[in-house]
C-alpha cells in the first residue's frame, strides 16, 4: 500500500469497504478477541506546554494530583481480578515526580504484586531513564509522534527542534532497541494539518514497524492556544475519518494492537468504541484511575470515563463486544 492509494483510502465516498477488509485481516491475526488494557493516570503534573493540551504547565486553571505509588499497584491488582492482564502507566511530564528510580521500583513492585504487563506512557525521556525502565521489566511503552510534519510538531511543542530528528520518532527508535514493544500513533484533525501529513503518518507506523497504534481525533480544549486557534484543518475530526485511519493501519501492520481510544469514544459516547472495533481495532482500555484523580487528567474536556463513569462499566463493554461476536481476552 502506497501514499496514493492511502489518500484514495482516506477521501473515497464511503467507507465502509475499507472497513470490512480491515476486520478480515484482524480476524485473521487476532481472531475474535480484544485485549483490555487498564489505563491508569499516574499525575497531572506536568513540565511542558503542548499547544494543545489541557494538562499544558502555562494552564493555572488546571487542578494538578499525583498518586502515590501504593495507589497505583492497587490499580493494578484491580487489573488482573477483572482479566486484563496488561496496565497502562501515563502521566504528565514531570521526571522530578517520575524520577528514573521511583517509575523502576514501581514498575518492579506492579510485576512482582500483580502479576501484570506495563506499559509506560510517561512522554519524553532520557535514554538512561528508559534502559532502566526496561531492565525493570517494562514490556511496552506509548509515545504518540502526534505528526510527522515537522513545521506543525514544532509549532504545537514549545522548545522542539525545527529541524534534525523528531525527538518522539527518535525515542520510539531508541526503546526499539532496548527491547520494548513500541507504540505510536497521531491526533486526527489539528490546526493546519494536511491529509498527506495523515498519510505519512500511516507509512510511519509501518516504518517504524510499532507494535501498538495510538491514535485518535484531536478535540479542542478552550483553556489552550491550539483550542483558541481558528486555523482550519484539511482532516475531519470524525468517527468515521479515525476509523479510515484504524483500518488502514490494520492493513499495513496486520499484526499491530490497535486500541478503540476514548477520544473516540468521546466524539461518540453511543457508537464511538464500537465503531472502532469493527473498523480493524482490536484494544480496549478501560480507565481504573481512582475516580477522586479521574476528572482532573484533563487533556481534552468531557473525557467520556469523566461524564460518563458508567460507560466503563465492564458489562456494557462485553455485551457490545458480543453484538460484533467479539471477546475479552487476556494478555
Ligand atoms: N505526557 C504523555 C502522555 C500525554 S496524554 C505523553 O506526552 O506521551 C496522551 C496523549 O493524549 C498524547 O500523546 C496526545 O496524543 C493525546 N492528547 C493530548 N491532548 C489532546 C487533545 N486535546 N485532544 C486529543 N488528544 C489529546
Given at each position: 500500500m502506497d501514499k496514493r492509494e492511502i489518500l484514495e483510502a482516506l477521501t473515497a465516498p464511503d467507507g465502509e469497504a475499507l472497513f470490512a477488509k480491515a476486520r478480515v485481516v484482524r480476524e485473521k491475526t487476532k481472531g475474535n478477541g480484544v485485549f483490555?488494557?487498564?489505563?491508569?493516570?499516574?499525575?497531572?503534573?506536568?513540565?511542558?506546554?503542548?499547544?494543545?493540551?489541557?494538562?499544558?504547565?502555562?494552564?493555572?486553571?488546571?487542578?494538578?494530583?499525583?498518586?502515590?505509588?501504593?495507589?497505583?499497584?492497587?490499580?493494578?491488582?484491580?487489573?488482573?481480578e477483572l482479566g486484563f492482564g496488561t496496565v497502562v502507566l501515563q502521566a504528565g511530564e514531570c521526571?522530578?515526580?517520575?524520577?528514573?528510580?521511583?517509575?523502576?521500583?514501581?514498575?518492579?513492585?506492579?510485576?512482582?504484586?500483580?502479576?501484570q504487563h506495563v506499559t509506560l506512557s510517561l512522554g519524553e525521556r532520557a535514554e538512561a531513564d528508559t534502559a532502566a525502565w526496561r531492565e525493570a521489566g517494562a514490556d511496552r511503552y506509548l509515545l504518540r509522534f502526534e505528526t510527522?510534519?515537522?513545521?506543525?510538531?514544532?509549532?504545537?511543542?514549545?522548545?522542539?527542534?525545527?529541524?534534525?530528528?523528531?525527538?518522539?520518532?527518535?525515542?520510539?527508535?531508541?526503546?526499539?532497541?532496548?527491547?520494548?514493544?513500541?507504540?505510536?500513533?497521531?491526533?486526527l484533525g489539528l490546526p493546519g494539518q494536511t491529509l498527506e501529513s495523515v498519510a505519512d503518518d500511516l507509512l510511519?507506523?509501518?516504518?517504524?514497524?510499532?507494535?501498538?497504534v495510538g491514535l485518535g481525533p484531536y478535540l479542542a480544549h478552550p483553556d489552550t492556544p491550539l483550542g483558541r486557534d481558528q486555523t482550519p484543518s484539511e482532516v475531519p475530526v470524525s468517527v468515521d475519518f479515525t476509523c479510515r485511519c484504524y483500518a488502514l493501519a490494520r492493513l499495513l501492520l496486520p499484526r499491530a494492537n490497535i486500541?478503540?481510544?476514548?477520544?473516540?469514544?468521546?466524539?461518540?459516547?453511543?457508537?464511538?468504541?464500537?465503531?472502532?472495533?469493527?473498523?480493524?481495532?482490536?484494544?480496549?482500555?478501560?480507565?481504573?484511575?481512582?475516580?477522586?484523580?479521574?476528572?482532573?487528567?484533563?487533556?481534552?474536556?468531557d473525557k467520556i470515563c469523566v461524564v460518563a463513569p458508567q460507560a466503563d462499566?465492564?458489562?456494557?463493554?462485553?455485551?457490545?463486544?458480543?453484538?460484533?461476536?467479539?471477546r475479552q481476552v487476556e494478555g
Open positions: 483490555f488494557r487498564g489505563l491508569v493516570e499516574l499525575s497531572s503534573v506536568c513540565d511542558r506546554d503542548c499547544l494543545y493540551c489541557g494538562m499544558r504547565h502555562s494552564n493555572v486553571g488546571a487542578h494538578r494530583y499525583a498518586m502515590r505509588d501504593d495507589e497505583i499497584v492497587a490499580c493494578a491488582a484491580l487489573a488482573r521526571p522530578a515526580l517520575w524520577t528514573r528510580e521511583r517509575v523502576a521500583g514501581l514498575v518492579r513492585r506492579v510485576k512482582a504484586e500483580t502479576g510527522t510534519d515537522r513545521d506543525l510538531f514544532a509549532r504545537i511543542h514549545p522548545g522542539a527542534p525545527r529541524d534534525g530528528e523528531h525527538p518522539r520518532l527518535a525515542q520510539l527508535r531508541r526503546m526499539k532497541a532496548q527491547g520494548y514493544e513500541i507504540g505510536g500513533g497521531m491526533m510511519m507506523l509501518r516504518e517504524l514497524a510499532v507494535d501498538m486500541p478503540s481510544t476514548t477520544a473516540l469514544s468521546t466524539l461518540d459516547p453511543e457508537q464511538g468504541r464500537l465503531r472502532g472495533l469493527a473498523s480493524g481495532a482490536n484494544v480496549f482500555m478501560p480507565n481504573l484511575t481512582p475516580a477522586a484523580y479521574r476528572a482532573d487528567y484533563q487533556i481534552y474536556p462499566s465492564l458489562d456494557a463493554l462485553h455485551a457490545d463486544l458480543a453484538t460484533l461476536g467479539l
